[in-house]
């Protein structure tokens, strides 16, 4: 049975899909590697010009250290040490609002392109009672000093500032770099009057800022009531953090978001008095993606990524996945014309279509980096499919076979090129379509005479043994 020429030829056809398998996984780690890269790109942009950016803030603290006396040890050992007890003291906006816009500004490195921003934030803080600012003594007589207190804003990056300008009232505040904060340290500061510790009638404090960051925007909503107001000129923004946005609207020429959050929603001004992280979110490339962190360890916040859709290179290795399928269906489509036909196709030329219908995926990623994605596409589509059709042509001995294998192939791209625009729904038209080729296969098919394909002939029909009548009496003559 093994040396039929059908078991032969499937041998032969299993041994060419393996080998192209194998191409199409080299294809893989081609495009792997360009995401590699262009991941690479990103990072050399953040450490030139500056990173993904957080706004904290803004926020009063003070630094305070707690002493005492105690005695210890026993008898003629007894002596005086002195104790100490450090803390910060920090007061929250009641009300905090932000006012930003981001103007996108594109930077490469070589064929890799990389989105930046260039922010400006207007930030109205509104403080009540400063009686949070007054120290608590925890011994009894012990001495208590505190340094001046500061009003600060915390960024992710202190290389992406350009310019500031911090107003309390009507009096322009003298900025200086950093925080003084144990754990948010990069930013700026501005060292307020003692006299405003305890205020009972509290404070407004305005900061004007310019800030450039790479790819992502988070912010901490730090106020008893925070209001965020957030517009650009990108089309794509993707929304994450805690907190999505109360109202957006997104176009083609840009989106506005706002966001409206009580204390009563989030535990940010907890999250901040407890010292915990400042994260970018769950997804890959945040900060508790790669450093471990948990959700649990991170302060609330919500985040603004300024993402590609059109990706070249995620998009391509979207695309490379569907590899094997166009080899299957490819296959499937030549085995038909060739037992409906009754053609022959040699191996080698199994192999031949494979190949080309493989180098579709490396023409798509190689045009995609000087092209734009859709143009890539169908120029690399349409190489294939002029190929595959006038291939086919001779193969399958004429035109009018070759031109429908070549359409049927175009088809498949078109799917596929649908597949990879869609997100959420490209399991179902992926499964109905694949569904659909079955069923056309089955129903071309539903005629043949497999046993005959595989013995060389049709088995014979059983047939029915014949009817025994009984036989006529005969009559005598008379």
């Given at each position: 049975m093994?040396?039929?020429?059908?078991?032969?030829?499937?041998?032969?056809?299993?041994?060419?899909?393996?080998?192209?398998?194998?191409?199409?996984?080299?294809?893989?780690?081609?495009?792997?590697?360009?995401?590699?890269?262009?991941?690479?790109?990103?990072?050399?942009?953040?450490?030139?010009?500056?990173?993904?950016?957080?706004?904290?803030?803004?926020?009063?603290?003070?630094?305070?250290?707690?002493?005492?006396?105690?005695?210890?040890?026993?008898g003629?050992?007894?002596?005086?040490?002195?104790?100490?007890?450090?803390?910060?003291?920090?007061?929250?906006?009641?009300?905090?609002?932000?006012?930003?816009?981001?103007?996108?500004?594109?930077?490469?490195?070589?064929?890799?392109?990389?989105?930046?921003?260039?922010?400006?934030?207007?930030?109205?803080?509104?403080?009540?009672?400063?009686?949070?600012?007054?120290?608590q003594?925890s011994?009894?007589?012990?001495?208590?000093?505190?340094?001046?207190?500061?009003?600060?804003?915390?960024?992710?990056?202190?290389?992406?500032?350009?310019?500031?300008?911090?107003?309390?009232?009507?009096?322009?505040?003298?900025?200086?770099?950093?925080?003084?904060?144990?754990?948010?340290?990069r930013?700026?500061?501005?060292?307020?009057?003692?006299?405003?510790?305890?205020?009972?009638?509290?404070?407004?404090?305005?900061?004007?800022?310019?800030l450039v960051?790479?790819?992502?925007?988070?912010?901490?909503?730090?106020?008893?009531?925070?209001?965020?107001?957030?517009?650009?000129?990108?089309?794509?923004?993707?929304?994450?953090?805690?907190?999505?946005?109360?109202?957006?609207?997104?176009?083609?020429?840009?989106?506005s978001?706002?966001?409206?959050?009580?204390?009563?929603?989030?535990?940010?001004q907890?999250?901040?008095?407890?010292?915990?992280?400042?994260c970018?979110?769950?997804?890959?490339?945040?900060?508790?993606?790669?450093?471990?962190?948990?959700?649990?360890?991170?302060?609330?916040?919500?985040?603004?990524?300024?993402?590609?859709?059109?990706?070249?290179?995620?998009?391509?290795?979207?695309?490379?996945?569907?590899g094997?399928?166009?080899?299957?269906?490819?296959?499937?489509?030549?085995?038909?014309?060739?037992?409906?036909?009754?053609?022959?196709?040699?191996?080698?030329?199994?192999?031949?279509?494979?190949?080309?219908?493989?180098?579709?995926?490396?023409?798509?990623?190689?045009?995609s980096?000087?092209?734009?994605?859709?143009?890539?596409?169908?120029?690399?589509?349409?190489?294939?499919?002029l190929l595959l059709?006038?291939?086919?042509?001779?193969?399958?001995?004429?035109?009018t076979?070759?031109?429908?294998?070549?359409a049927?192939?175009a088809?498949?791209?078109?799917?596929?090129?649908?597949?990879?625009?869609?997100?959420?729904?490209?399991?179902?038209?992926?499964?109905?379509?694949?569904?659909?080729v079955?069923?056309?296969?089955?129903?071309?098919?539903?005629?043949?005479?497999?046993?005959?394909?595989?013995q060389?002939?049709?088995?014979?029909?059983?047939?029915?043994?014949?009817?025994?009548?009984?036989?006529?009496?005969?009559?005598?003559?008379?």
């Open positions: 093994f040396k039929h020429p059908l078991f032969t030829k499937l041998a032969a056809l299993t041994a060419i899909t393996v080998l192209l398998l194998f191409g199409l996984g080299l294809i893989e780690d081609v495009v792997r590697d360009r995401l590699r890269y262009r991941s690479i790109t990103a990072q050399s942009v953040a450490e030139s010009l500056a990173g993904p950016q957080t706004l904290m803030g803004p926020m009063i603290h003070s630094a305070c250290v707690e002493s005492w006396d105690e005695e210890v040890g026993k003629d050992e007894r002596r005086m040490v002195e104790r100490r007890r450090e803390f910060i003291l920090t007061a929250m906006p009641e009300q905090l609002k932000l006012t930003t816009g981001a103007a996108m500004e594109e930077r490469a490195r070589g064929l890799h392109k990389v989105n930046t921003y260039n922010l400006k934030a207007n930030v109205t803080a509104q403080w009540g009672s400063l009686a949070s600012l007054l120290p003594s011994m009894k007589n012990s001495r208590m000093h505190c340094g001046a207190p500061i009003v600060m804003m915390a960024v992710g990056d202190a290389r992406g500032i350009r310019t500031a300008q911090f107003t309390m009232g009507s009096q322009a505040l003298a900025l200086k770099p950093g925080t003084f904060h144990p754990t948010y340290s930013g700026l500061h501005a060292v307020l009057p003692e006299s405003v510790r305890g205020k009972a009638d509290g404070l407004t404090a305005t900061l004007d800022l310019e960051g790479t790819e992502r925007l988070a912010i901490v909503p730090l106020g008893g009531n925070t209001e965020v107001l957030m517009t650009s000129s990108w089309p794509h923004p993707s929304f994450a953090g805690r907190f999505l946005p109360s109202e957006r609207e997104v176009k083609k020429t840009g989106f978001a706002q966001w409206r959050l009580s204390s009563l929603a989030t535990t940010a907890a999250d901040i008095a407890n010292g915990k992280r400042i970018l979110g769950a997804d890959e490339g945040s900060d508790y993606a790669h450093n471990g962190a948990t959700p649990g360890d991170c302060a609330d916040s919500f985040s603004v990524a300024f993402i590609d859709p059109v990706n070249p290179y995620s998009l391509s290795d979207r695309a490379t996945k569907y094997v399928l166009f080899i299957a269906l490819t296959f499937v489509a030549v085995g038909l014309f060739e037992l409906m036909k009754k053609l022959r196709v040699h191996p080698v030329q199994y192999l031949l279509v494979g190949s080309a219908l493989c180098s579709f995926f490396l023409l798509l990623v190689s045009l980096e000087h092209l734009p994605f859709g143009i890539s596409y169908a120029v690399a589509a349409s190489a294939c499919v059709a006038y291939y086919a042509s001779h193969m399958l001995g004429g035109l076979r070759g031109v429908p294998l070549g049927g192939i088809l498949l791209y078109g799917l596929l090129y649908v597949l990879l625009q869609l997100e959420q729904t490209a399991l179902v038209v992926g499964a109905i379509a694949l569904f659909l079955l069923a056309a296969v089955m129903v071309l098919t539903r005629k043949v005479n497999w046993y005959g394909l595989s060389g002939g049709t088995p014979p029909r059983p047939t029915m043994p014949p009817v025994q009548r009984p036989a006529a009496p005969r009559t005598e003559a008379a």
